[in-house]
């Protein structure tokens, strides 16, 4: 019930999330410990987050990710850069 609440709260408002609490619009209309939530209920919050986001018919994507994509694009055409399998990358992460 808690969730369902905070979720229908969240689609009206502002929010801000903090190590400790979940602020609702621009005063604290409502608040809740995030700290007592289960580890299940943060995943369904995560979750019901994620789908009500992915549902927006204008995801408004901010200019520099378009020019990012378009750059990375660019260099990978020209042989300038190339992709690495995940996995690869990972490992060479780990070595630093």
């Not at 943060?42 to 009500?52: S, T």
């Not at 020209?78 to 690495?84: A, D, L, R």
Request: with cysteine; net charge negative.
């Amino acid at each position: 019930m808690l969730l369902r609440k905070a979720v229908i709260l969240i689609k009206n408002a502002v929010c801000c999330l903090s190590k400790e609490t979940l602020f609702l619009g621009e005063m604290m209309t409502t608040a809740f410990n995030i700290d007592q939530l289960s580890r299940i209920e943060k995943l369904q919050l995560l979750e019901q987050l994620w789908q009500d986001l992915s549902n927006d018919p204008d995801p408004s994507i901010p200019q520099w990710h378009v020019d990012v994509l378009v750059q990375t694009e660019e260099l990978v055409e020209t042989n300038q850069s190339h992709f690495v399998d995940w996995y690869d990358a990972k490992k060479q992460l780990q070595k630093k």
